[in-house]
């Protein structure tokens, strides 16, 4: 079975362009989450759904950062426009409830 | 606010010896408590979790320890072998919330 799948692995734009990154999550899990990681740190959360319900959001960015999950199954994160501040590792994981959540490879954005 | 505190920071073994890796969590009513390993240029890996219910688990090599009293929770890797070399991660979350709180990650060196 394929695990969580992300696109692009990487992505290097300039400052005050917008960007997208994509998500596949395990096939069944309904609970699918964003987290940003920085260089050297751990994940912290962006965004977490439920079905297609974005039911904690608190800690992502509105003014620049929007994301959807339509059909409760595949998401996208984008920011528009995206600061030099921006750059990260962007990791989208999925679970089933709060069991064991699985994370993708990741999508490294540079802003230059 | 939720906080989990983990050290060291880094960590050299020869191969062989064992490992051990700490986290201390703030928020009393967490209760899932996954470990996670992450290799260069890849996403956070599952190995190991425990919850609140249960005060130890082991795997083979690897075995987690949770004490509810003192919110403290460890990793312990025996005969460590130098694939075992990458970053760990602890992580906190709770029912209500299902959003992990990551430690700050522990980089595990295993010297040949």
């Known amino acids: 079975e394929a695990g969580v799948v992300q696109s692009p692995r990487y992505k290097i734009i300039e400052k005050k362009q917008p960007v997208a990154f994509w998500c596949n999550p395990i096939?069944?899990?309904?609970?699918l989450y964003w987290y940003l990681q920085n260089l050297g740190q751990g994940p912290e959360l962006l965004i977490r759904?439920?079905?297609?319900?974005?039911?904690?959001d608190s800690q992502l960015p509105k003014d620049r950062f929007s994301a959807e999950r339509l059909k409760g199954v595949d998401s996208t994160l984008k920011i528009q426009p995206a600061e030099l501040g921006d750059s990260a590792v962007y990791l989208c994981?999925?679970?089933?409830?709060?069991?064991?959540?699985?994370f993708g490879q990741g999508t490294r954005l540079t802003v230059v | 606010g939720e906080n989990v505190e983990q050290h060291p920071s880094t960590l050299s073994v020869q191969e062989g010896d064992s490992a051990v890796i700490k986290c201390t969590y703030s928020?009393?009513?967490?209760?899932?408590f996954p470990w996670y390993k992450q290799e260069l240029g890849k996403g956070p890996q599952l190995i190991i979790d425990i919850r609140s219910n249960v005060g130890e688990k082991k795997d083979q090599r690897i075995a987690v320890t949770l004490n509810k009293t003192a919110k403290h929770f460890s990793l312990h890797i025996t005969e460590t072998q130098p694939e075992d070399s990458a970053v760990y991660f602890c992580a906190a979350s709770k029912a209500s919330s299902y959003k992990l709180i990551f430690g700050s990650g522990t980089r595990l060196l295993v010297r040949p």
């Open positions: 096939s069944g899990h309904n609970t």
């Open positions: 994981a999925s679970s089933l409830g709060q069991d064991e959540a699985f």
């Open positions: 928020d009393s009513a967490s209760n899932y």
């Open positions: 759904y439920e079905n297609e319900e974005a039911v904690d």
